[in-house]
């Protein structure tokens, strides 16, 4: 009977330790995809720094750094939970309050916004929707709080060293490679542009805008609905807006009308001025030969060209306020 007891308990530790090693490596695995996601594409990691400036920084670089060490900190946890490190006094307690802190932005998100654009969880490599990516989190939390239930500690040596080699890797890594300073100038350059066409087109179904573009300084992009660089570049530019709603930023979209919610839900872009252009041939000789264009333009002249890589609010500012 004692033997019977004995085996059935062993048996039993046996399966906990089996359930707790998968747990773990999901974990470390989705942490993993989450930082790598997000850090190897640079269009993923300049919109993950903009979801840093959308909670309201106020500098570029700052955010950058943030984005930077954020996921330093995902591949981080990841790391710890692969190699067993201080399990239950540090990294699970650290990963339960990492994932309640994200699931709070999330449903706030959800609440202010609906259920729509990407969570931006993984970057380029994976889209998710928010309530999705809320359903992750809770199933991630219930493993952890599981895992501090039923995983027995494992204590390896020199865990002090090892640690200290990955923290430093981890957090080193993200600056390396996408070093902080980078260029964020607008090309200068000097040409007139075809503003004419949004006011006296040849389709009679194209409404002019309200405001005269052709007249002071105007920041105007050119986006097409189904173009994703596009939808990038709204979405920064309205971060920029709401930051900055005194800047005369106006949007020309071109593209089948039936693609501007879902646009407007992904970007939140619904509050800047735009006008939707139909005809490819006068948007193109408006815009250029590729999309996003974003023409810094003052009284008809184009005097800067940026992609969405260079946009920074204290730049424009200082464009604007130049004589």
């Not at 890594?173 to 980078?182: A, S, V």
């Not at 040409?191 to 006011?199: A, G, K, N, V």
């Not at 040849?202 to 173009?227: M, W, Y």
Request: hydrophobic share 50%; charged share 20%; aromatic share 14%.
């Amino acid at each position: 009977m004692e033997k019977e007891n004995y085996l059935r308990l062993r048996d039993f530790k046996q399966i906990k330790n089996i359930i707790g090693i998968i747990l773990l490596l999901l974990l470390a695995a989705v942490f993993f995809f989450s930082a790598i996601g997000k850090l190897f594409s640079y269009a993923s990691f300049e919109q993950f720094t903009w979801t840093f400036m959308d909670l309201g920084l106020p500098n570029i670089e700052f955010a950058a750094a943030l984005a930077r060490l954020f996921i330093g900190l995902e591949m981080m946890l990841g790391c710890f939970l692969l190699f067993h490190l201080f399990l239950k006094e540090f990294t699970l307690p650290i990963v339960i309050v990492f994932l309640l802190f994200l699931t709070s932005y999330l449903v706030f998100g959800v609440v202010k916004h609906g259920n729509t654009g990407d969570c931006g969880c993984f970057g380029d490599a994976y889209k998710m929707k928010p309530v999705a990516a809320i359903i992750k989190n809770v199933l991630m939390l219930a493993a952890s709080f599981l895992l501090l239930k039923i995983y027995p500690v494992k204590l390896f040596k020199r865990t002090e060293i090892l640690s200290m080699i990955i923290c430093f890797a981890v957090f080193v890594l993200p600056f390396l490679i996408h070093p902080l300073g980078q260029d964020r100038m607008p090309q200068v350059v000097h040409q007139s542009i075809h503003l004419e066409h949004l006011y006296h087109s040849q389709n009679p179904q194209n409404i002019p805008p309200e405001i005269d573009l052709r007249e002071g300084k105007h920041i105007v992009a050119f986006l097409s609905l189904t173009c994703p660089h596009c939808r990038k570049a709204a979405y920064e530019l309205q971060v920029i807006f709401k930051q900055r709603p005194e800047f005369p930023i106006y949007m020309i979209f071109n593209g089948n009308p039936n693609f501007l919610k879902e646009f407007m839900e992904e970007t939140r872009a619904d509050k800047l001025p735009y006008s939707l252009f139909r005809g490819g041939d006068e948007f193109m000789n408006m815009a250029g030969p590729g999309v996003p264009a974003i023409y810094w333009v003052n009284n008809g002249i184009i005097e800067r060209s940026s992609n969405y890589y260079q946009l920074d609010p204290d730049v424009m500012e200082n464009w604007l306020k130049e004589n």
